[in-house]
């Protein structure tokens, strides 16, 4: 799948790392996927709410209603980080694996592949989003 035909075909996002800081990327790119319709779930274990929704620890703590609805994984982690979330990715049986700009993990993305994700590396969400949307 292309970018594109991921962002036209899934709509609801797990944002792991995301922050409550509005000058961090995680926050603006996250604000700016809600305000163009998306699902967002947010998750980072030392934030507890951000846009006024609730923010879980991990991917594999959210309730089994939620782990059923993320179809969207987007990674806004260090790349040494990323395997362990592809592994609760994979566990929630998540559809696309997102690693943000600037973040790729090729051993990861290989483990997400095989287990049948669709699998993106070093792009930003948000630009994409523009690049087909606006």
């Known amino acids: 799948m ?10 609801t996002i797990a944002v792991v790392g ?3 800081k509005p000058e961090r990327p995680s926050n603006s ?4 996927m809600l305000d163009s319709g998306y699902i967002i ?3 980072n274990p030392a934030v507890k709410e951000v846009f006024g ?7 594999r703590e ?7 609805q993320v179809e969207i994984v987007d990674i806004f982690r ?5 395997p362990s979330v592809v592994d609760d990715a994979i566990a929630i049986g998540a559809k696309v694996v997102w690693m943000q700009q600037g973040i ?4 990861a993305a290989k483990k997400a592949k095989d287990a049948g994700l669709e699998v993106v590396q070093n792009r930003c969400v948000l630009v994409e989003h523009q690049r087909y949307f606006t």
């Open 29 to 32: 790119v996250t604000k700016y």
């Open 18 to 20: 995301i922050s409550d």
């Open 53 to 59: 929704l609730k923010c879980y620890p991990s991917l």
């Open 62 to 68: 959210l309730p089994d209603e939620l782990k059923k």
């Open 104 to 107: 790729t993990n090729d051993d």
């Open 41 to 43: 779930i947010p998750v």
């Open 2 to 11: 292309t970018t594109k035909e991921i962002l036209e075909t899934y709509k």
């Open 78 to 82: 260090k790349p040494d980080d990323v």
